[in-house]
């Protein structure tokens, strides 16, 4: 069974606010980071997936760890890109 080495978990700040102890509960003794964008359409864009990307690289996040995408069609979206 993969066990990831961090976690990244992308959301909006409504829902991300929501739930943050619901994220604790997935692999409790691996790190966790969460990557908040503005709710709405405006969050999907080249910036903000740049901002994601620069954010990855700099939390040194690998093929070793596990990124969720915690949201509804905007995180999907942006997470998948």
Not at 4 to 12: G, L, N, R, S, V
Not at 14 to 39: D, I
Not at 56 to 77: A, P, T
């Amino acid at each position: 069974m993969f066990t990831p080495h961090k976690i990244a978990i992308i959301t909006d700040q409504n829902v991300g606010s929501l739930y943050p102890q619901y994220f604790e509960q997935w692999y409790p003794e691996v790190p966790k980071s969460v990557f908040a964008v503005a709710p709405g359409e405006n969050s999907k864009s080249m910036e903000e997936a740049m901002r994601l990307w620069q954010w990855l690289l700099n939390e040194q996040f690998d093929k070793q760890c596990l990124i969720i995408n915690f949201g509804g069609g905007v995180i999907s979206d942006l997470g998948g890109f």
